[in-house]
């Protein structure tokens, strides 16, 4: 009996330390390839060319960045042609320059970042739960961490078809998509954890309107897109021109629909490659050491991409930004991803440190805008970012399986050796009385 306790326990601390290996070995990317084991530019291009030609891609943009200058550009489309100032729609990377927009209000002392957020409302107010709703402040709806449950994810809505309106959209979402709630109300305790929530973005455009007057599409042109410099970038859809705007494609290669969102702080900013890239270099150093954004204080981009959510340990969000991966000075690389259906994946990461980054924009494939964004990140720091972590999850689980059933089957055959060899001991033993 003594025997078999030793063998389960050795056999639970194998299960245990081959997990504990596997799962260090994905965060440390042991068992990740990266794009390119070439250093300069051009072939991390001709890998990403590479990958778009072995899967659709219906338009395609990307800007690589090195010292806060762009040293690469590289379009692609199935159609229509792509340039530097061709309009993408987005999706989720519209919350990083909604924050900045919510940021300038707390500059200008409209907003208190720890107030109460229905302090500022009049329009409509979080329903009544279990939770004290004072607890969701302004800062927890940047960071995803005020309590909100409603999942959303919006599909929006056909062209020619009424957009729901915001109050009625935060009570349900009638565009949510598969499988969220779709109702902006607190269902966690504010503060306890990160639970991304696109509702909270909603309400924080609600916000916007009620503290400035002005619809939240023209707030941000006025005080945010045009004083940074962003030509194009618009979220009002009706300002977009059409002969501009990017086509859209389900992965199978089809034509997909333009949709429009009421959610338009949440996933609805218009804009080209152009203005993506002096966005970026709005948030880096020049050789000055000062921030040429014309909208914030430099004190205040870098307090945007200070840790104020975590998951598993692990710093991910700042004030509207996602935080990727650490850095050796204590910042991080940091900037959006935005993902939709039909499929559009968008993503932009830039490291302070050093003053490089990557944007991708692109139609018609699910992920490939995050699969590059990230490689770039492994292929410039050999550090596995939180997205790419995610990506490679199913591959970890897998090899956790695949160790344990091995030890399971050696642990097995180990005690069944055992087993028999001590049996036949004990009839030789009788054979010699």
Same mark, same amino acid.
């Given at each position: 009996?003594?025997? %078999? !306790?030793?063998?389960?326990?050795? @056999?639970?601390? /194998? ?6 290996? =596997?799962?260090?070995? #994905? $965060? ?35 800007? %690589? !960045?090195?010292?806060?200058?762009? @040293?690469?550009? /590289? ?6 042609? =792509?340039?530097?100032? #061709? $309009? ?346």
């Amino acid at each position: 009996m003594k025997r %078999i !306790l030793l063998y389960i326990i050795g @056999t639970l601390l /194998l299960l245990a330390l081959w997990a504990g290996v =596997v799962f260090w070995g #994905t $965060v440390q990317g042991i068992w990740h390839e990266p794009i390119t084991i070439e250093e300069d530019v051009e072939a991390f291009t001709d890998a990403s060319e590479d990958k778009i030609n072995r899967d659709f891609v219906g338009n395609f943009a990307m800007a %690589i !960045l090195e010292g806060g200058k762009v @040293t690469k550009e /590289l379009y692609y489309s199935a159609d229509k042609p =792509v340039d530097h100032n #061709t $309009v993408f729609q987005v999706a989720s990377l519209s919350k990083w320059v909604s924050a900045i927009g919510i940021m300038k209000l707390v500059e200008d002392g409209k907003l208190n970042l720890d107030a109460p957020v229905s302090t500022y409302l009049t329009r409509w107010q979080l329903p009544p739960s279990e939770f004290n709703n004072d607890g969701v402040t302004v800062r927890r709806l940047l960071s995803h961490m005020a309590g909100l449950t409603d999942g959303l994810g919006y599909s929006g809505f056909e062209e020619g078809k009424p957009i729901q309106p915001l109050e009625e959209s935060l009570i349900h979402a009638s565009d949510a998509d598969d499988g969220a709630a779709g109702q902006v109300m607190v269902g966690i305790r504010p503060g306890s954890e990160f639970k991304y929530s696109g509702g909270g973005y909603s309400l924080l455009q609600l916000l916007v309107e009620e503290v400035t007057g002005q619809t939240f599409a023209k707030y941000m042109e006025t005080s945010v897109l045009r004083p940074m410099g962003l030509r194009y970038a618009t979220y009002d859809w009706q300002e977009v021109n059409d002969n501009a705007l990017v086509d859209f494609y389900d992965s199978d290669g089809t034509p997909a629909k333009h949709y429009h969102y009421t959610s338009l702080a949440a996933t609805s900013l218009y804009v080209t490659m152009a203005d993506l890239i002096t966005l970026a270099q709005a948030h880096l150093m020049d050789q000055n050491g000062t921030i040429e954004q014309h909208v914030l204080q430099p004190s205040t981009v870098k307090k945007m991409r200070e840790p104020h959510a975590w998951s598993m340990g692990a710093p991910i969000w700042g004030l509207g930004t996602i935080l990727y991966t650490p850095l050796s000075d204590g910042d991080y690389i940091f900037g959006h991803d935005g993902k939709s259906t039909p499929p559009i994946n968008t993503a932009l990461r830039l490291n302070p440190e050093t003053g490089d980054g990557i944007i991708v924009l692109e139609t018609g494939h699910p992920d490939l805008a995050t699969t590059l964004a990230s490689e770039w990140v492994f292929w410039k720091t050999g550090q596995v970012d939180n997205l790419l972590f995610v990506m490679m999850m199913d591959t970890m689980i897998m090899m956790i399986i695949v160790g344990w059933a091995i030890i399971l089957l050696l642990a097995i055959a180990a005690s069944y050796y055992h087993y028999h060899k001590s049996k036949g001991a004990g009839r030789r033993a009788k054979a010699e009385l």
